[in-house]
């Protein structure tokens, strides 16, 4: 899956961060939904869309880590961390 890079900042107002936060969870579907699927790199997404609030988004995050091998788990902690050290 291609990595997208997106504009996100906290200085938005409210309706704006969620806006944010849905994007970010429907990028997170996408790669888990996709062929093949990407549980990395959803994971990634919906851990970026829970920082921005949303509940949904850590719902499908903890199934997510359910299904992930541990070593998959630890590298979708790691591109997390790389995207917001990024941005």
Not at 4 to 17: E, F, M
Not at 44 to 52: D, F, G, I
Not at 54 to 78: N, T, W
Request: proline share 3%.
């Amino acid at each position: 899956m291609a990595d997208l890079t997106l504009v996100v900042s906290n200085d938005q107002p409210a309706n704006a961060r969620q806006h944010s936060s849905r994007l970010l969870l429907k990028l997170g579907l996408m790669a888990e939904q996709g062929r093949p699927r990407d549980l990395i790199n959803a994971h990634k997404w919906m851990s970026l869309a829970a920082l921005k609030g949303s509940g949904e988004a850590r719902m499908h995050r903890l199934r997510l880590a359910k299904e992930m091998a541990p070593a998959d788990l630890a590298e979708a902690h790691r591109r997390l961390r790389e995207w917001l050290d990024r941005h």
